[in-house]
Nanobody
Framework: QVQLVDSGGGLVQTGGSLRLSCAAS????????MGWYRQAPGKQRELVAA???????NYAESVKGRFTISRGNAKNTVYLQMNSLKPEDTAVYYCNIQQIGVNGGGYWGQGTQVTVSS
């Protein structure tokens, strides 16, 4: 089992910045993908950014150049630095880990609310 605790959301004005954090604990595989997804009211959950255990990153087109995903030194933490925030970034942001290997699986954090006011 893996537990994810995500935090760092809040209320910010357009153009502001926030940094989300996610800490994973439990039986974590050495090969995994950690990422951030978001879900706005009435919309499907979508991928925002992801990073592999090798450091390869992937971003949604809508956040490229504004958001940066990174891993902590402990490798079981992931951060999302969000700059130049826009009202359309408003959503609940969820941390996710996909474990690569036999009996691997996916796990979710509880979510953190990000609200960008215009």
């Amino acid at each position: 089992q893996v537990q994810l605790v995500d935090s760092g959301g809040g209320l910010v004005q357009t153009g502001g910045s926030l940094r989300l954090s996610c800490a994973a604990s439990g039986s974590i595989f050495s090969i995994n993908v950690m990422g951030w997804y978001r879900q706005a009211p009435g919309k499907q959950r979508e991928l925002v950014a992801a990073i592999t255990s090798y450091g390869t990153t992937n971003y949604a087109e809508s956040v490229k150049g504004r958001f940066t995903i990174s891993r902590g030194n402990a490798k079981n933490t992931v951060y999302l630095q969000m700059n130049s925030l826009k009202p359309e970034d408003t959503a609940v942001y969820y941390c996710n880990i996909q474990q690569i290997g036999v009996n691997g699986g996916g796990y979710w954090g509880q979510g953190t609310q990000v609200t960008v006011s215009s």
